[in-house]
């Protein structure tokens, strides 16, 4: 299975981001200089081109793999020189390439989106039929944790296992000052301390 996240601004598209799971092992990645891994055994690693492992990790192993698993996250601001020089000819998507070809795509058209709005792409793992802790992760106008972003798309890809999921979490920069702003002032009139979940972790 691989699946990738594509960016779109009229003009060109870039591969922001893709995800291969072979049954067995998991590679990621954003960048070709570098990708990252999730093998069955459990170990995940970063990985450069010429063959420098850095950030090595022992977590469970896949097969066993409970929850949810974050392998990834990136965000940028949706700007027309978001992606430019050097970067615009890296990631650019090139679907005439035989290692280009994808079993799922997750699109994002940044015409459709607010100049200057965070945009916060995040890829990860998940226990085959557990959607009660992928819900945990998916930010609501609601939830407390959503205070900057709210989920906008969701890629579930269930033909492996564990499952492999992408969101997009987007806010405006008047949206996040809203919110803060609200945020605060329920902390303070409730008398309690609010808690946000930590974006990075392991399992959820």
Known sequence: MHARVLLIDGTNTFTTYWIRHTGKDVYHGWHPNQKGSYHASGQSH????????????????LAELKGVHILASLGWLNHPNSFEGQMSTDLQYRPQLKKSRSDAILMIDSRAIPLEANIQ???????????????????RY???NAIFFHT?????DTSVKPWV???VDMATQEQSTERIAKFF?????????AEMSDFGSDRI
């Open 46 to 61: 970063n990985k450069t081109r010429s063959g420098e492992v850095s950030d090595i990790e022992k977590h469970t192993p």
């Open 152 to 156: 906008k798309q969701l890629l579930l």
């Open 165 to 167: 999921w992408a969101k």
């Open 121 to 139: 792409l995040t890829i990860g793992l998940l226990e085959p039929g557990n959607l009660t802790a992928l819900d945990r992760v998916v930010y």
């Open 142 to 144: 609601s939830d407390a």
């Open 185 to 193: 002032a329920s902390d303070r009139n409730s008398g309690q301390h």
